[in-house]
């Protein structure tokens, strides 16, 4: 399996940005579509965004979208999560995951679907 280790959680007053990082290692990272899922206290996970092996296709949560893009870098083996705008209920344990794309093009929102994941990155927003 691939390993993924994310990083730029924090603190952030509402309305800020963060820019989450997910370095991944151990397997072809093009390979693999990444997502980025959260889960509040109290709250079962929850899908944020994905994005395709060539970040060709994307997908977001209706209650991210147009404040979070997700991206990557390929020759850095690392995806992305750009948060603006935030919102204290963005508050939550941000993971990153990587999917296996067995042939696919679009990548699932499905958390069964991942079969990596990462410890988790905090990210509070205060009002």
């Known amino acids: 399996q691939v390993q993924l280790v994310e990083s730029g959680g924090g603190l952030v007053q509402a309305g800020g940005s963060l820019r989450l990082s997910c370095a991944a290692s151990?397997?072809?990272?093009?390979?693999?579509?990444m997502g980025w899922f959260r889960q509040a206290p109290g709250k079962e996970r929850e899908f944020v965004a994905v994005?395709?092996?060539?970040?060709?296709?994307?997908s977001y949560a209706d209650s991210v979208k147009g404040r979070f893009t997700i991206s990557r870098d390929n020759a850095m083996d690392t995806v992305y999560l750009q948060m603006n705008s935030l919102k204290p209920e963005d508050t939550a344990v941000y993971y990153c995951?990587?999917?296996?794309?067995?042939?696919?093009?679009?990548?699932?929102?499905?958390?069964?679907?991942?079969?990596?994941w990462g410890q988790g990155t905090q990210v509070t927003v205060s009002s």
């Open positions: 151990g397997r072809t990272f093009t390979n693999y579509h």
């Open positions: 995951a990587a999917s296996y794309i067995r042939g696919r093009y679009y990548p699932s929102s499905s958390a069964a679907d991942f079969g990596s």
């Open positions: 994005i395709n092996w060539n970040g060709g296709s994307t």
